[in-house]
């Protein structure tokens, strides 16, 4: 890798800030100490830039595949539009246009990658459903090293994403 550090976007929950729905973080020390030292981590927290309060309710995914809506478990509050429009906005700011890489928190409505519960009513109808941020990344950067933090737990993956960041140009 040259001497300009790349840029990776990274959940910010996994960073250790204190952004969930419960206040809590979800800091993942193994992946901060093999990544910090080689690339500058963007903190990226989609439900708290919409100014979503935290802590905040659950919110859940909610339909079906091709409609997907993101809901807050006790008011009931849509947030799907809000999240859509932002993401779409988000994605397209300088500090993230020079990511060449990113790691979301799995399980997230907003940000997992085919982890995400979904639900008809309140009967779970899939576990591999897609957080609405993640989605629009994806759609938008289809050639952006996109995964999910547990998964660079694996050496073998962890090696893989990292050869496509350093490889990576938008």
């Not at 091709?66 to 500090?95: C, H, P, V, Y």
């Not at 989605?135 to 996109?146: D, F, G, H, Q, R």
């Amino acid at each position: 890798m040259d001497s300009k550090k790349l840029i990776i976007g990274i959940s910010s929950c996994l960073l250790g800030e204190k952004v969930r729905y419960d206040g809590q973080s979800k800091r993942d020390d193994i992946l901060i100490n093999k990544l910090h030292h080689d690339f500058i981590l963007l903190s990226i927290c989609p439900e708290v830039e919409i100014g979503m309060p935290v802590p905040r309710e659950r919110l859940n995914l909610i339909g079906s595949s091709d409609n997907l809506k993101m809901i807050a478990d006790e008011t009931g509050k849509d947030w799907s539009d809000e999240m859509r429009e932002f993401s779409k906005m988000r994605i397209l700011q300088s500090d993230f246009k020079n990511i060449s890489g990113l790691i979301l928190k799995s399980k997230s409505p907003s940000c997992g990658i085919k982890t995400v519960k979904v639900l008809n009513n309140s009967e779970l109808i899939s576990q591999n459903g897609t957080g609405l941020f993640a989605e629009v990344a994806m759609k938008s950067y289809p050639t952006l090293p996109i995964i999910e933090a547990q998964e660079l737990h694996n050496d073998d993956v962890y090696t893989d994403f990292i050869c496509r960041v350093e490889n990576f140009t938008m």
